[in-house]
């Protein structure tokens, strides 16, 4: 019990980390992309978010799969599971782009190079739309944890 108790709490705590660092980031890029921001605040964003998601997706997957909630065969059957899993799907295919883009800045500073920012602000616009992804997700999982099925909508 103590061990399902720890996993919802980290997994809901990840999301708030989550929401914070994405929203962050896209602060930080539009910042960048007006002359007033530092690449390293738009990387550190970065490193938050991604630690986030990745306890997103460690203890979202013990919870659904490793027999510490419901059940497997619950969650498979669960319709707002599977829109939560399009809208995290979604968020990874948004990330792409920008987690390029920053690998190359990440590389580019390492060298104490030029890094290029042009895409700054469509990478703010990206991180926004992730935010709100996230909050969808957030919608989505407590109707799922309460088994709220398409008819009661």
């Known amino acids: 019990m103590l061990m ?5 709490a980290v997994h809901l705590l ?6 914070a660092a994405v929203l962050a980031r896209g602060s930080a890029f539009r910042r960048l992309a007006a002359g007033q921001g530092a690449p ?7 490193n938050i978010w991604g630690l986030a998601a990745l306890v997103l997706l460690v203890t979202g997957l013990l919870r659904a799969f490793g027999g510490y909630e419901k059940g497997t ?14 809208l995290f799907i979604a968020i990874l295919l948004l990330e792409v782009r920008p ?11 390492g060298r104490s190079g030029a890094i290029e920012t042009g895409q700054a602000v469509l990478f703010a616009r990206v991180s926004h739309l992730q935010a709100l992804l996230v909050v969808l997700l ?5 109707g799922m944890a309460r088994g709220v099925t398409w008819a009661q909508l």
Request: no cysteine; aromatic share 14%; hydrophobic share 70%.
């Open 4 to 8: 399902h108790w720890l996993l919802a």
């Open 73 to 86: 065969d619950y969650y498979l059957h669960q319709p707002l599971f599977h829109l939560k899993m399009a």
């Open 138 to 142: 957030v919608v989505a999982a407590s």
């Open 99 to 109: 987690m390029i883009a920053l690998i190359k800045w990440r590389i580019a500073l």
């Open 14 to 19: 990840a999301f708030a980390g989550a929401f």
């Open 40 to 46: 390293r605040v738009v990387l550190l964003a970065d």
